[in-house]
């Protein structure tokens, strides 16, 4: 009898072997096992499940470390890399998108095959041989063509025919895409993008994991495996840009008073999800001024105090549509920061039978609002007295005011007549007195017709004028200023020039609604008498010791 039991357990474990040796797709991507209720609620379209079998005879699967990952490619090892558009709001279409990034000097050609770069030496040398991988010479063998075993190896992992495409058999590279306890798998060239609309998917946090094969004869040899994370949520993805004209840093979230704010608010919505929806922005600026309901993306607000304030902003979405069903959950619930009072989704039926689907999100900021320079002026220019006055060289006085706070510093850039081309850069600090009242005297090299910038700053803010200047000829009259105002395109050029001299000034255009960041100028401001062309002829450039001037 003890005989009958070792016989029937042997023939037991004898069945199970083939069974327990056959690998199944979640064995070979990644580890995560999803039930069975969570596979029948999620289905994705298109996919299939993580349970069924993987030929591994044809796609033989190798573990991390293993010796042969240095051999699956010519001349080095590919690198995968994988994208996504994440998050997504739930309803939504995400993509994700890979790309092969092969070793030095080889790249894809217009068939796909991958080839040497000409002239291109790597470790190896050159190749004598133009081709990498040919996948135009295998498809057009004769043995690929009509040999008796294609139909069996023209398949995926497991075992689906390779839908024939036009060119499908110049593709040399296979997919296999795994998440949520299913996969994905496609044939294709070096680049691969797949999209998954989320309606079905779990909220929360996920993994998305790619494989990559390539021919390999009859077979297929892996070449890569990537993974990334994305987010599927209920909550509409919001972000918001602020930007003020005389703001020094925006990032910083320290605005002027008494100057609007831009805000700007950017929906992430690759898909184009919510294009038929009616939007409504809620703002509460959280300075007494109430509740601002808007149907635009922007709004200006001006604080007129100092002080901290909480910026609150809702964005609501309503879809029309069928009525879903209910978005399936993980097991372990995931907090989204919802306000009281506002669920991220709510369902009214319409009488057509059709919902209208209301969808939120949210924005927090906290915002310090300080003093800072509102205005700059050019209000005289004129000659400047010389006592040894120098043929080749002009000297005037620009009287500048400001409203606001007393600037720390101030900066001056000369620009050729075409306002294009930066001639001198010079930056100085300002003693601070009760009234911003400034003579600043610059030279001019010759007569002709010059752009000049007068940027003015603190800790907290930058302000900026412009103004065209006509120094005349000798023995004739003064200079003349020409004009006052926005020169954008100096500006502009002038931003890019002055930064590149001094790396972190960045002066900023005076025009309404316009603004650029800029950071500290006190890393330079030592270098004050420093300029272009010219030497040491600005020896008091603001002119400190004349009463009633800085």
Same mark, same amino acid.
């Given at each position: ?33 999803? $039930? ?31 010796? !042969? ?34 070793? !030095? ?15 291109? !030496? ?7 041989? %133009?081709?990498?991988?040919?996948? /135009? ?19 995926? $992992? ?70 990334? #994370? ?9 972000? #918001? /840009? ?5 703001? !020094?840093?925006?990032?910083?979230? &320290?605005?002027?008073?008494?100057? %609007? ?8 919505? $690759? ?20 509740? @601002?309901?808007?149907?635009?993306? /922007? ?9 901290? @304030? ?13 009525? %879903? $069903? ?6 372990? =619930? ?16 319409? =009488? ?13 900021? /906290? ?23 120098? =043929? ?24 050729? %007549? ?35 910038? @007068? &940027? ?8 900026? &004028? ?26 502009? #050029? ?57």
């Amino acid at each position: 009898m003890e005989c009958l039991y070792y016989v029937l357990g042997f023939l037991f474990l004898a069945s199970r072997l083939p069974l327990d040796a056959a690998k199944r797709f979640h064995d070979v991507l990644g580890n995560e096992r999803y $039930p069975g209720y969570m596979r029948k609620h999620n289905q994705l379209n298109g996919w299939s499940s993580d349970e069924n079998d993987w030929n591994e005879k044809l796609y033989p699967v190798w573990k991390r470390g293993d010796a !042969r990952w240095k051999n699956s490619w010519k001349g080095g090892c590919v690198q995968a890399v994988l994208t996504s558009d994440s998050p997504a709001l739930v309803g939504s279409n995400i993509t994700f998108a890979v790309n092969l990034v092969f070793p !030095r000097c080889q790249k894809e050609d217009a068939n796909g095959n991958i080839v040497y770069e000409k002239n291109c !030496r790597n470790d190896s040398g050159l190749s004598l041989d %133009p081709y990498v991988y040919n996948w /135009t010479s295998w498809s057009e063998d004769s043995d690929w063509r009509s040999g008796p075993g294609q139909s069996q190896h023209n398949v995926f $992992p497991d075992g689906k025919p390779f839908p024939h495409h036009h060119g499908w058999k110049k593709w040399g590279f296979v997919y296999i895409f795994h998440t949520q306890g299913q996969y994905f798998q496609k044939l294709g060239q070096s680049s691969m993008r797949v999209s998954i609309n989320t309606t079905n998917m779990m909220l929360g946090t996920h993994i998305m994991e790619v494989a990559i094969y390539r021919r390999h004869g009859w077979a297929y040899m892996p070449i890569a495996q990537v993974k990334d #994370v994305y987010l599927v949520t209920e909550e509409i993805p919001v972000f #918001v /840009t602020m930007s003020q004209k005389n703001d !020094r840093n925006s990032s910083d979230e &320290t605005f002027l008073r008494d100057l %609007p704010i831009k805000f700007d608010v950017l929906i992430h919505d $690759p898909s184009h999800f919510l294009n038929e929806s009616a939007i409504d922005y809620k703002w509460n600026f959280g300075d007494n001024t109430g509740l @601002f309901v808007s149907n635009n993306h /922007t709004l200006n607000h001006t604080y007129v105090l100092n002080g901290t @304030f909480n910026l609150n902003l809702t964005v609501q979405a309503t879809v029309s549509g069928p009525c %879903p $069903p209910p978005s399936p959950r993980p097991p372990k =619930p995931i907090s989204f920061l919802v306000p009281a009072g506002d669920n991220s989704l709510e369902m009214s039926e319409t =009488p057509n039978g059709n919902c209208q689907i209301n969808r939120y999100g949210h924005f927090r900021a /906290t915002l310090t609002i300080v003093e800072g320079i509102l205005e700059v002026n050019i209000i005289q220019v004129a000659d400047a007295p010389m006592p040894r006055p120098k =043929p080749d060289n002009s000297l005037m006085d620009f009287v500048v005011t400001c409203k606001g706070t007393i600037p720390t510093e101030v900066c001056t850039v000369i620009s050729d %007549p075409t306002c294009q081309v930066a001639q001198n850069i010079i930056c100085s600090p300002v003693d601070a007195e009760e009234t911003c009242l400034l003579t600043v005297r610059r030279a001019f090299s010759g007569s002709g017709t010059y752009c000049v910038n @007068f &940027t003015l700053g603190d800790d907290t803010s930058l302000a900026l &004028t412009s103004t065209l200047i006509s120094i005349p000829g000798k023995g004739t009259a003064s200079g003349v200023l020409i004009s006052v105002g926005c020169l954008t395109l100096f500006v502009a #050029v002038v931003a890019i020039l002055v930064y590149k001299k001094r790396k972190e000034y960045k002066p900023i255009e005076n025009c309404p609604g316009n603004v650029v960041k800029g950071r500290s100028l006190h890393g330079f401001l030592h270098h004050t008498k420093e300029g272009f062309f010219w030497g040491n002829q600005e020896k008091d450039p603001l002119l400190k010791n004349q009463p009633g001037t800085l």
